[in-house]
């Protein structure tokens, strides 16, 4: 396996761990459990991990040079990645800062778990798109550009 492979395996994490925080903070959130709302936290530090892990793995991936005919694309996806990268370590701060304050409390603030929610919510949207961006490089058929129409007739 080299870099290439090991980044398109963990690519997916963020997306994945991103939806089943998301499920696990609305149960939360409708059974009011602390409990339930402490693991999706939890699943939040987990899903910053996953976006460091494939930002990271992105640039030993990166085996093209400028003449490579995606580039414009592979830049956007790089550059898209970082910011995907950032909010969700943001993200996964304010989960650890909230898992914190829980242990102290045994509840976690409803401010800090509306906080939590919206940069789930943005960290999810960024990792869809990031991961998008990335499989169009390689899969023009996913492309919404005059040059997939080229290539795939209807």
Not at 41 to 52: D, E, I, K, P
Request: include cysteine.
């Amino acid at each position: 396996m080299n870099a290439s492979h090991f980044h398109l395996i963990v690519n997916h994490m963020p997306v994945a761990f991103a939806f089943v925080a998301l499920f696990v903070m609305f149960i939360g959130f409708v059974s009011k459990n602390a409990a339930i709302k402490k693991v999706s936290l939890g699943l939040m530090v987990l899903t910053a991990v996953a976006c460091g892990t494939a930002y990271f793995t992105g640039g030993a991936a990166d085996i093209y040079d400028d003449s490579f005919p995606q580039h414009e694309r592979l830049e956007k996806h790089e550059a898209l990645g970082k910011t995907t990268w950032i909010v969700g370590l943001v993200g996964g701060l304010v989960a650890l800062a909230g898992l914190g304050i829980a242990k102290r409390m045994q509840e976690v603030p409803t401010s800090l778990m509306m906080a939590a929610l919206v940069l789930l919510l943005v960290s999810m949207y960024l990792a869809v798109k990031t991961a998008n961006m990335g499989g169009q490089m390689f899969h023009p058929e996913t492309r919404a550009d005059p040059m997939s129409k080229f290539l795939n007739p209807e």
